[in-house]
């Protein structure tokens, strides 16, 4: 069989002396292994638990998204990862990424022949997601300037990061739009070619040794595309290991790439160069028509295979052990499709009987198998539970291979290796050097500047809500006149006037909800790969907002007591809505961090806002509450701000008169009097004192500052909470 490859004359003289068939060869040297060098991974197997239907009961099913992947990455080349829909191509990236939670994968990863774990991946690779996370209101300089003072060492000057960011703008040709905003949807900016580029040249600005990459050309243009792979190669040539997904790529963009890793339901269908590829197919019986692309014709062929009775072996074993199909698996008859109501299921014997004439290998037996493709809906056929396959992948260890130059590591991260363990035992406590490459303060001051710079290039995010309370704050000034005097009627006034002021505020800030949401992946994009801590995201977002918190506070607070003549202090008038905007934003963030939808989240805000309003003791005092409701009048964040600010106004020995009817029907219900009576002269004409507003209203605790400790007391809680969520949930990891 001519393979049009040369072949070694190691290959050569085995074959004539063990009269080897020449598939074997052709296999062999298509799929050349260089132990010890670039990235390799053996037996790489990942299993998912899914449902499936029996008898009306639901059981569980393992189900392999991954089986049996062995082989290997070169530093200095792209590997692309090819395969239809379903194929498992982000699966089995995620999996040489380190980011599938283990127990469920199975196999080894190593890097120039050292195994190596989790955590040491994180730290010399980068994974550059599908969609572009990038803030929208900063410019491609200023975007790369954070990422270099975030993931850069602080021993590196601050004019050395410079040159290191322009460097890299120039590498990836980005020099006419530096200054330029990245923009979105709403914000004329970059292209999307351009923004492409920026999303890799953030995860490269420390120099990884290993580069992944899923679907960096998707939605863009073929010019677009061409350019971002090619500055990949170019990635690539500086001596990193760069693995990607590509979904059927150009003519030029092949001419790019190094090595292909085709792959179909989870299996290794060709891994070699794309220019043996047709070839490969020519030794298979399966020669590219004139005119066609062999990529292209691949997938035809797969497609073929996959829909007909033989299934996806012929093709699995041409690539693992160069066995050729005989003439009836060379023309396989398309699978009549089952009834509509039967589960769709593709059942692929391990070794066929017609691959076991004259090649069955002593002491191998053949197992049938379930495989589904990773978004696969559909119920799973009612038949055992399959189990781990076992077979022989890559070349006879008797075969020696020439070796390759690596290139210079001086240039990445060299910590010491540890074991990679996929298969769900203890990770060795190796010291490897420290997790993060900043201190903790200087990442709280690093995120503060961005945040800070995000925050004035977009005021609408704090600009509407000062608008809104400012004019809201002059209309209660024109709804409530004469608050100053001291008649019944103006304590109804008053109370109305605070519970509304409160509510005011929890409600003007559930324009925060989509903040976070739009920032979350970004957050995730950053954090996968150790660019910074929760903590220091959490910590730098208070340490912005609380001055824009203050300003609105007080400027709500000053407007009234101005106009209103409230009797009551301004300080502490401002102090209790600047504590009530610290508490709600970051219950807030917090409902934000854990709904998928901002719709959702302004659903949950607001729900949980009017129950807070309902128990604060304005319209259903403590008593009055059901005794199995009542612990919601505790955890009611507007009873504290409320209380708080009737304190302010109504403690002491503040006199008011006139006809007790005026104060019904009202919030204050069957009047209370307080002790003060019994202590103020007897002859003293004052019907009603403020003490005896906070009485009728069931206010126990009369100390405004215990209040705000309370509500601020609470603020943290929802931090606290907001961090935990970050930190242990909001991760890009598959179960």
């Known amino acids: 069989m001519a393979t049009g490859l040369p072949r070694s004359d190691t290959a050569r003289s085995l074959e004539n002396l063990l009269g080897m068939d020449k598939s074997v060869v052709h296999a062999t040297e298509s799929h050349k292994v260089f132990h010890g060098q670039g990235l390799e991974f053996k037996k790489l197997s990942y299993s998912v638990i899914k449902k499936q239907k029996k008898d009306n009961e639901w059981i569980k099913k393992q189900a392999y998204l991954l089986h049996d992947m062995t082989g290997q990455a070169m530093r200095g080349e792209i590997m692309a990862i090819m395969g239809p829909s379903g194929a ?21 990863v190593s890097v120039d022949g050292r195994p190596v774990s989790t955590s040491y991946m994180k730290k010399v690779s980068s994974y550059v997601m599908q969609d572009d996370q990038l803030f929208p209101m900063l410019t491609v300089f200023e975007t790369f300037m954070f990422a270099a003072e975030v993931r850069l060492s602080p021993s590196i000057s601050k004019a050395e990061k410079k040159i290191r960011v322009y460097e890299l703008i120039e590498q990836l040709g980005l020099q006419s739009t530096t200054h330029t905003f990245i923009g979105d949807e709403g914000r004329r900016g970059v292209s999307g070619g351009e923004r492409r580029r920026v999303s890799i040249g953030v995860d490269i600005i420390h120099k990884p040794s290993l580069l992944f990459l899923d679907e960096p050309t998707s939605g863009l243009d073929s010019t677009s595309a061409y350019s971002v792979v090619e500055k990949v190669k170019d990635i690539a040539r500086g001596g990193s290991i760069v693995l990607m997904t590509i979904h059927q790529p150009s003519y030029r963009i092949q001419m790019l790439l190094d090595r292909i890793t085709v792959l179909a339901r989870g299996r290794l269908v060709y891994m070699g160069s794309p220019t043996a590829l047709p070839a490969h197919l020519s030794g298979f019986g399966r020669p590219v028509p004139d005119g066609e692309n062999s990529m292209e014709y691949l997938l035809d062929v797969i497609k073929e295979y996959d829909e007909s009775t033989i299934g996806l072996d012929p093709l699995i074993f041409y690539q693992s052990e160069g066995i050729k199909p005989d003439q009836v698996e060379a ?36 197992v049938q198998l379930e495989y589904f493709e990773d978004d696969d809906e559909e119920d799973f056929d009612n038949s055992l539970e399959p189990e781990m396959p076992t077979s022989h992948h890559g070349i006879p260890s008797h075969i020696s291979t020439p070796s390759v130059v690596n290139p210079s590591p001086d240039a990445f991260f060299a910590p010491s290796y540890e074991e990679f363990q996929l298969d769900g035992f203890d990770e060795p406590v190796v010291d490897h050097g420290p997790e993060y490459a900043n201190p903790w303060l200087r990442e709280v001051a690093v995120l503060s500047w961005r945040t800070a710079l995000n925050v004035i290039r977009t005021p609408e995010l704090f600009l509407s809500r000062e608008i809104v309370l400012t004019v809201m704050a002059l209309v209660l000034s024109t709804l409530f006149k004469k608050l100053s005097e001291s008649d019944f009627k103006t304590i109804n006034k008053l109370l109305n006037f605070y519970i509304f002021s409160v509510c005011l505020v929890f409600f003007s800030s559930n324009d925060a909800v989509p903040t976070f949401i739009q920032e979350r992946f970004i957050f995730i994009r950053e954090t996968s790969h150790n660019a910074y801590r929760a903590s220091s995201y959490v910590i730098s977002s208070l340490i912005v907002y609380l001055p824009f918190f203050a300003v609105q506070g007080f400027t709500f607070a000053i407007i009234t ?3 209103l003549h409230l009797k009551s202090n301004l300080f502490n008038f401002g102090m209790i809505l600047f504590a009530s905007l610290i508490t709600t934003n970051a219950y807030v963030m917090l409902v934000s961090a854990l709904v998928p939808s901002y719709i959702t989240g302004y659903a949950v805000v607001i729900a949980t806002t009017a129950l807070f309003f309902l128990t604060c003791g304005f319209f259903l005092k403590r008593t009055q509450i059901p005794l199995v409701w009542r612990w919601l009048h505790y955890i009611s964040a507007i009873k504290y701000p409320f209380e708080a600010m009737l304190t302010n106004e109504f403690k002491g020995t503040k006199c008011y008169n006139g006809n007790y009817g005026d104060l019904s029907p009202g919030p204050l219900g069957n009047v209370t009097f307080s002790e003060l009576h019994n202590t103020v002269d007897p002859s003293h004409s004052c019907l009603l004192f403020g003490e005896d507003v906070l009485s009728s209203m069931d206010i126990q605790m009369e100390s405004i500052w215990y209040d705000i400790a309370i509500l601020l007391a609470w603020g943290v809680l929802y931090r606290l909470l907001f961090y935990v969520v970050l930190r242990f949930y909001s991760k890009n990891e598959r179960k």
């Open 88 to 108: 498992g191509k982000s699966t089995f990236l995620d999996a040489l990424a380190g980011r599938i939670a283990r127990g469920s994968l199975q196999g080894s």
């Open 331 to 366: 023309t396989p008859i398309r699978r009549v499709k089952t009834p509509s109501h039967t589960p769709h299921r593709n059942t692929i014997p391990l070794r066929s009987q017609a691959f076991s004439r004259g090649n069955q290998t002593p002491g191998r037996h053949s």
């Open 561 to 563: 007591k101005l106009i």
